[in-house]
């Protein structure tokens, strides 16, 4: 199994510039997560979802776009680039036997926005 | 805003002796969870206490939660130079639409030099 996987690793956006950050997980995981990790903070949850066709807002939702058309797919549109959004953006998903809690994480995608 | 505020902040022990890490919250939880995150990549689950339980073990880690005083710590036994890694406290709330949401703490930055 891949687990979760990014895409892309790395990206650059100028202000103004829209984009999608693309996670998937092969572990037919429920729940899936994005997170944004800001220098020496947490992570900060921006929207996550409970089944496809199902999302919800987190704590840091503005600016950030999802859907889940899928099981397999959770994609995270930024609508209009913000240099307040340059972070590292962190997908996670849950929902494996025997702990429905335990997340797993992908490699991340470290964003700069200009 | 953050649920989890974790102590230390930093600490740099040598290898071969116990870390301990804390980590306070301030809502009710379902579970408490520790994720490790080495530099530049994403996170690794350790560990899942949950409410009703006192103290856990797995390996070199032991987990004791106290719901009463919102508060958890993490012990690293023995610790080598490959524990040097970030350390992430995070709670689950309760209802089963929050297992894909986690609250994080801002982390612990530990160093165990050789």
């Known amino acids: 199994n891949a687990g979760v996987t990014q895409t892309p690793k790395f990206q650059v956006l100028k202000t103004g510039q829209s984009m999608t950050l693309q996670c998937a997980q092969d572990?037919?995981?429920?729940?899936m997560s994005w997170y944004r990790q800001d220098p020496g903070m947490g992570l900060r949850l921006i929207h996550y979802?409970?089944?496809?066709?199902?999302?919800d807002q987190g704590e840091v939702p503005n600016g950030y776009n999802v859907s889940r058309s899928t099981t397999e797919d959770f994609p995270l549109r930024l609508l209009s680039a913000a240099p307040s959004q340059t972070s590292v953006y962190f997908c996670a998903s849950s929902g494996g036997r025997p702990s429905y809690n335990e997340q797993f994480f992908g490699p991340g995608t470290r964003l700069t926005v200009l | 805003s953050q649920q989890g505020e974790e102590d230390p902040q930093a600490l740099s022990i040598q290898e071969g002796e116990n870390a301990t890490m804390n980590c306070s919250y301030k809502?009710?939880?379902?579970?408490l969870q520790w994720y490790r995150q080495n530099s530049g990549r994403g996170l690794v689950h350790l560990i899942l206490?949950?409410?009703?339980?006192r103290e856990k073990h797995s390996g070199r880690l032991r987990v004791t939660l106290d719901t009463s005083k919102k508060s958890s710590s993490l012990l690293i036994t023995a610790s080598r130079a490959a524990d040097t890694a970030s350390y992430f406290c995070?709670?689950?709330?309760?209802?089963?639409?929050?297992?894909?949401?986690?609250?994080f703490g801002q982390g612990t930055i530990l160093t165990v030099h050789p």
């Open positions: 995070a709670t689950g709330a309760p209802g089963g639409t929050s297992y894909g949401k986690l609250t």
């Open positions: 206490i949950r409410s009703n339980e």
């Open positions: 979802s409970v089944g496809a066709g199902i999302t």
């Open positions: 809502t009710s939880i379902n579970n």
């Open positions: 572990m037919n995981h429920e729940y």
